[in-house]
């Protein structure tokens, strides 16, 4: 391994604004609002802000999962919040989300309006409300639950470990690489011996559980995060490889990773989603996306 030039930390830390490579722009040391922006309010009782990053994912697939088993008061309005653009430091945001991530929801089908913020406690949050995909049974619930928050605990070392070391950062460094790129593959195996002996990531039935673990980990073994398929040997991971085909096929889950893309081909992007219909009505859309 080669050895950089050695880092002396000083005593204390101070904020470099052009530190963060690609996300240099929007990566502060603070949190709060950056400037007074209203958030908009459709007219179903769900309003989504988000984008269709992995954690955006699986929110509106989630969405469109219940929507698809007839749940018609999932029906939702999911509103584009452009993170490279700060968007998610507007006051509305952060009054719904402080921590300035996205996907964040609100809820308006009750008597007092309820905000939910990350993407682990809106899946749960949603499923609890319409009694889907999430067992009931003790034993089931508790595996499901405990595989929903392992992907919330270990996607962070394959996103902003891995990824953004092998994708983004300005410098590549090998140790930093290497150690990203090796906990990523435990995850993979982790998966994988899983996936070996059940058919879905909690059991024999789809849930919440998948839906959270799938942009991440089926997003990468199918090629789609940073490049780095070949790089991790995805292919040997076969029985993720059978699970991210067979959750890839579904038609709520096609759905669900269109809404909020701003990146892609064209015809896999739907920038704001406000009626089902809208699926199909999509030209207005690319030609604003052509335009841009």
Same mark, same amino acid.
């Given at each position: 391994?080669?050895?950089? #030039? ?10 470099? #604004?052009?530190?963060?490579?690609? /996300? ?56 584009? %919040? ?6 998610? /430091?507007? #006051? ?108 879905? %990531? ?5 849930? %919440? ?37 067979? %959750? ?45």
């Amino acid at each position: 391994m080669t050895n950089p #030039s050695e880092y002396l930390p000083p005593k204390v830390w101070t904020w470099h #604004s052009e530190n963060g490579g690609k /996300f240099a722009n929007i990566n502060r040391p603070i949190a709060g609002a950056t400037h007074d922006k209203d958030l908009p309010v459709g007219r179903h009782p769900l309003q989504l802000y988000s984008l269709a990053t992995p954690n955006g994912q699986k929110v509106t697939i989630l969405l469109e999962e219940l929507l698809a088993l007839g749940h018609t008061g999932a029906e939702y309005d999911a509103w584009l %919040i452009r993170i490279g653009e700060g968007e998610q /430091f507007g #006051s509305g945001f952060v009054s719904v989300n402080p921590n300035s991530k996205i996907p964040a929801l609100m809820d308006y089908s009750g008597p007092k309006p309820i905000r939910v913020f990350e993407s682990g406690a809106i899946l749960q949050y949603l499923a609890e409300k319409f009694g889907a995909f999430l067992p009931t049974e003790p034993a089931a619930r508790a595996e499901c639950l405990s595989w929903l928050f392992w992907q919330m605990g270990s996607a962070p070392y394959l996103g902003g470990g891995f990824g953004h070391f092998y994708a983004y950062a300005p410098t590549r460094i090998e140790y930093a690489i290497d150690r990203f790129a090796m906990e990523t593959k435990r995850q993979l195996d982790v998966l994988d011996k899983q996936l070996a002996v059940s058919e879905y %990531i909690a059991g024999s039935e789809y849930s %919440i559980a998948d839906m959270a673990i799938w942009p991440w980990y089926g997003g990468l073994v199918k090629g789609r995060l940073y490049e780095a398929a070949e790089f991790l040997s995805v292919q040997d991971y076969r029985h993720v490889q059978r699970w991210a085909d067979a %959750i890839d096929a579904r038609p709520a889950v096609q759905r669900g990773r269109m809404v909020n893309r701003v990146s892609g081909e064209l015809s896999s992007q739907l920038r704001e989603r406000h009626d089902a219909s809208d699926f199909d009505t999509r030209t207005q859309d690319k030609l604003t996306v052509a335009s841009e």
